[in-house]
């Protein structure tokens, strides 16, 4: 069964620092795909970002960063210089390729709250 | 932006009664989900919906509930007999393909069983 963890539960960090938000799925699948998803305190799930398990790149959008790692079954976010508003939780989610018509069925993790302060 | 819209936002009902809740998907998306959000705790599935069937449920999306797209554009939940434990945030989502897309969310409908 696939399973998602991540283990920090709440970051706290002051405006400007770098921070890492970690990510490590199971997953008996050879194709596989990987989100992260952002939850700021007004609820809605807003999507950051999807990664294929075939494609091992490393992702920049602007000040986001991710680091996919098949060796170790990691997916890291980092977010460079933080702001206030990056405040949120952060779901880190997966799903299997599964059976052709089948939908994209999440599996979430626990989710990491983020806290950034002036 | 086209955007997943979920109404109503706030939902209070009374336990054993039945409940809709309702969602306008992405106007040319094609898989349709459900997922709830205890407070505090994580994101889950309840179901999917494609070509106006059921894909995929959980164990957690029991003869309690059914979903529905009554027309073109709306995708609904039913409770029929709410209990307490199902208080929740529910989300619906949508996607244009399957697997290998993301699924887009709507804000939210907060339902409290009371």
């Known amino acids: 069964a696939q399973k998602v963890t991540q283990a920090q539960t709440e970051i706290s960090v002051v405006e400007k620092e770098d921070v890492t938000l970690d990510c490590v799925y199971e997953?008996?699948?050879?194709?596989?795909?990987l989100f992260w998803y952002k939850q700021p305190p007004s609820g809605e799930l807003v999507f950051l970002i999807r990664?294929?398990?075939?494609?091992?790149q490393n992702e920049i959008s602007g000040r986001y960063s991710w680091n996919f790692q098949k060796s170790t079954s990691s997916f890291n976010f980092t977010i460079t210089a933080s702001q206030v508003v990056d405040s949120a939780v952060y779901f880190c989610?997966?799903?299997?390729?599964?059976?052709?018509?089948?939908?994209?069925?999440?599996?979430f993790g626990t989710g990491t709250q983020l806290k950034v302060e002036l | 932006e086209p955007e997943v819209t979920q109404t109503p936002s706030h939902q209070v009902t009374q336990m054993g009664q039945e409940v809709i809740l309702r969602c306008v998907p992405i106007?040319?998306?094609?898989?349709f989900y459900w997922y709830r959000q205890i407070l505090g705790q994580k994101v889950e599935f309840l179901v999917s919906?494609?070509?106006?069937?059921?894909?995929?449920k959980s164990e957690i999306f029991d003869d309690q509930f059914s979903v529905e797209r009554p027309d073109g554009s709306n995708f609904t939940l039913k409770i029929r007999s709410t209990k307490l434990e199902d208080s929740a945030m529910y989300f619906c989502?949508?996607?244009?393909?399957?697997?290998?897309?993301?699924?887009?969310f709507g804000q939210g409908t907060r339902l409290t069983v009371v």
């Open positions: 989502a949508s996607s244009s393909r399957g697997r290998d897309t993301e699924a887009f």
């Open positions: 997953t008996r699948d050879t194709t596989y795909y």
């Open positions: 990664r294929n398990s075939f494609d091992e």
């Open positions: 989610a997966l799903s299997e390729a599964g059976l052709t018509g089948g939908g994209n069925k999440l599996t």
């Open positions: 106007s040319n998306h094609l898989y």
């Open positions: 919906f494609y070509n106006n069937e059921i894909s995929e």
